[in-house]
């Protein structure tokens, strides 16, 4: 299986670290990486996404049959464009510009990018509500994700909900103490292309549950997809809705 991430390293884990440069640090990586991340996606290479996660994850879309979408952290675009072509307005969001150039290019009609960070939405850049907002495996830092998670109710219709797709924190803590924290990058089992892997932040199943409620969602279903070839989860996804929704 490929982690997009590894574990293990002693810059990350720092105490000392300045957090904001951490942040700073993913997105630089993911401005460098954005024309052989297009490939890697676009190419099938990444094995568990074909396997099990992008299946996982509009499997989940499809049954809260959303009329509108908002994708943080879209990349190239690839599940903005599945659910355009299902008949859902979407728009999506990342903060490197490269990655919404290419996700707008050929992009069907329903769907929309604009180039916005999650500190953007924190701030209130973003004014539109959606049936579903959806992160699939792009939730990687710690402040900027706290941040988004403050502004996401106001994302929302009041029925609307939250679908987060996360590598499985039992599964990807191996060297490791089981305890939030920032963990070094590695671009193992990608192409030699690939370059200066970004600092990541783990956290506990616990943690993650406790972020939601911190913002007033209430997670209402937890699924861990199976790998076949392994028998282990490839990854987790959370379904949060407002506390208030019915
Ligand atoms: C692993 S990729 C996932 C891309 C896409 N969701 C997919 O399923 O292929 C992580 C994405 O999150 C974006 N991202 C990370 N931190 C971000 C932030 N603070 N604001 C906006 N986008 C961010 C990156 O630019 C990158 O495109």
């Not at 604009?114 to 539109?128: N, P, R």
């Amino acid at each position: 299986m490929l982690f997009p991430y590894g574990t293990a390293g002693d810059a990350a884990s720092d105490p000392g670290a300045s957090m904001p440069l951490l942040e700073e640090e993913i997105l630089t990586s993911w401005g460098l990486n954005a024309a052989v991340w297009t490939k890697a996606v676009r190419r099938g290479e990444i094995l568990s996404r074909e396997r099990v996660t992008n299946g996982a994850i509009l499997e989940a879309i499809k049954e809260v049959a959303p009329h509108t979408l908002l994708d943080l952290g879209c990349g190239e675009g690839w599940l903005a464009h599945h659910c355009a072509r299902q008949g859902i307005e979407v728009l999506g969001i990342d903060a490197v510009n490269e990655l919404t150039a290419v996700a707008a290019d050929g992009a069907p009609p329903g769907a929309r990018f604009q180039t916005l960070s999650y500190q953007d939405i924190a701030t209130g850049s973003l004014m539109e509500r959606f049936d579903v907002v959806v992160a699939n495996f792009s939730l990687l830092g710690n402040r900027s994700v706290d941040e988004l998670f403050l502004a996401l109710p106001k994302l929302l219709v009041p029925t609307g909900c939250v679908l987060v797709q996360t590598l499985h924190p039992m599964l990807i803590c191996a060297d490791h103490p089981y305890e939030d924290g920032w963990r070094e990058g590695s671009w193992s089992g990608f192409s030699p292309s690939f370059r200066t892997p970004a600092p990541w932040y783990f956290r506990t199943l616990e943690s993650w549950s406790r972020l939601f409620r911190r913002h007033d969602l209430e997670v209402r279903e937890m699924r861990e997809p199976l790998d076949p070839l392994s028998g282990q989860p490839a990854s987790v996804i959370f379904r949060a809705t407002t506390l208030n929704a019915t």
